[in-house]
């Protein structure tokens, strides 16, 4: 399995959808038997996702809407998406 | 919610080109006319109203409705996730095309076994050749691809060429289900029960396995559960996160429910969707705990296994109100001990009965 570094550039697999549940409004990734409920952050790193960004480049788009520091903010796009890597709901091209 | 249908399983016909031993369907079918395809699509749109997001297109035979397109373009316009679950035969390049454009998600094909004396004879039929020509097809036309095996004693041995199979094929998950004994697999549950042995080696295959391709392929392994000490949290709750409705348009809480004696089904003709999830009867009779007998309801494992399963209490032991014998804990575990013996002790029985169509 590659891991996720800064160079990196993310895009959702191919079997995995994103959408908003229209129950309780919350985005969620739908893929064979499963659902992902993510939280804010996580649904603004997946918005990045498109195979294009590298992830720094996606760390760097985030730290303008939030107000954390960068640091911190790059270790939870990677934490998050390592995350969604281990569970095969995104591929990484270099 | 507490109280939330997240998949809906459509069993959409009761015809099948495959005559497996271990079919879910109820070896009495239900009579009646099968849904149509405004029916069908009107219970798609219901469904994504109560929170349902994922549909499995399912059977019988999936294909042998010819309205398939249609159907999963109105799963599309409900906004589900479809995932046709099919035997593959009968999966031409131009109708998986058509599927795929109608705006199907994912695919999973069931295999008997790895090579094709093994898996016609499961099968009944020759469709072994014609499953691995589909299955090949599907990563072209950018379909993920889930594989089915459903496991027991005559292809349980073969676990390592199955797994290799899946690989070949580019399977993205690989279900190795131990076979469930209802309907026409407990019917033959004599000649599919597999021995302790057999079990044992095949989950450290497994498990070997799923570590081996963690991050390549998901493995999900279902285990036997006569063999184990604890039930298995069936449906993950009676009314909780699953509906199944059947081809005559029957709304069940689980698939095999049409098994328990004495209880009544709504029909998507009659009623809502809504109505039949949140009100009804049938879908209230097992849900929580309220309705739980000692030693469930009391144990600490109740949130977690829901008392198992409902059908297997009312097959071995007359009561679905019962704790699922397969526990430990409950008072008729040696009704399952005792078909575990005879498995061990008895010979091989002859042949077993094949699944057929209504």
């Known amino acids: 399995m590659s891991a996720i570094d800064l160079n990196c550039r993310p895009a959702l697999a191919a079997h995995v959808r994103l959408q908003i549940d229209p129950v309780s409004n919350e985005p969620v990734l739908l893929f064979p038997e499963g659902v992902l409920v993510l939280n804010p952050t996580a649904h603004d790193i997946v918005l990045h996702c498109n ?24 270790n939870d796009a990677v934490e998050c998406l390592a995350d969604l890597l281990a569970r095969n709901l995104i591929v990484v091209k270099s | 919610m507490n109280f939330r249908p997240y998949a809906l399983l459509a069993e959409l016909t009761y015809q ?96 008997q076994a790895d090579d094709a004396a093994l898996g016609d004879a499961i099968a009944g039929t020759k469709a072994h050749q014609l499953k691995l020509n589909a299955a090949r097809f599907v990563p ?32 993205i998950r690989l279900e190795l289900a131990n076979v469930q004994y209802y309907g026409w697999g407990h019917l033959n549950q004599t000649q599919l029960m597999p021995t302790r042995e057999q079990v044992e080696t095949a989950v450290a295959i497994a498990s070997a396995a799923k570590e081996r391709l963690a991050g390549k392929m998901e493995l999900i392994y279902v285990l036997p ?18 509906l199944t409705v059947n081809p005559i ?28 999830w949140n009100e009804s009867p049938s879908f209230n009779q097992f849900r929580g705990t309220d309705w739980m007998p000692l030693p469930c309801k009391e144990c600490p494992q109740r ?22 014998p397969v526990c430990t804990l ?9 078909i575990l013996k005879a498995i061990e002790t008895d010979s091989l029985a002859a ?3 094949a699944r057929r169509n209504p």
């Open chain 1, 51 to 74: 195979g294009k960004a590298k992830v720094a480049e996606i760390v760097a788009a985030l730290s303008d809407e939030y107000e954390i520091d960068e640091a911190t903010l790059r």
């Open chain 2, 330 to 338: 409950s008072p008729k575990r040696e009704v399952v001990d005792n």
């Open chain 2, 140 to 171: 072209e036309v950018g379909l993920p691809l889930t594989l089915n095996v459903v496991l027991h004693r005559r292809n349980l041995d073969r676990l390592e060429n199955i797994i290799a199979l899946a690989e070949e094929l580019g399977a």
């Open chain 2, 225 to 242: 559960d006569y063999y184990e000490t604890r039930p298995k949290p069936c449906m993950q709750g009676w009314g909780r996160r699953y």
């Open chain 2, 249 to 276: 348009g029957n709304v069940l809480p689980c698939p095999n429910a049409t098994s328990i004696p004495g209880l009544r089904f709504e029909n998507v003709r009659e009623q809502a969707l809504a109505w039949i």
């Open chain 2, 303 to 324: 949130e977690v296994d829901f008392g198992g399963c409902r059908c297997q209490a009312a097959l071995l032991t007359g009561d679905a109100y019962a704790t699922d």
């Open chain 2, 351 to 353: 042949e077993w009965t």
């Open chain 2, 16 to 111: 099948c080109p495959l005559h497996c031993p271990y079919c879910s369907n109820p070896v009495g079918y239900p009579q009646g006319q099968e849904l149509t395809t405004d029916e069908w699509k009107r219970v798609f749109a219901e469904a994504a109203r109560i929170g349902v997001l994922h549909l499995g297109l399912s059977g019988g035979e999936p294909l042998a409705r010819r309205d398939l397109a249609a159907l999963i373009a109105g799963a599309q316009e409900a906004g589900l996730y479809s995932n046709l679950i099919t035997s593959a035969v009968g999966l031409e390049p131009k109708r998986l095309a058509e599927l795929k454009e109608a705006g199907l998600d994912s695919i999973q094909i069931s295999f």
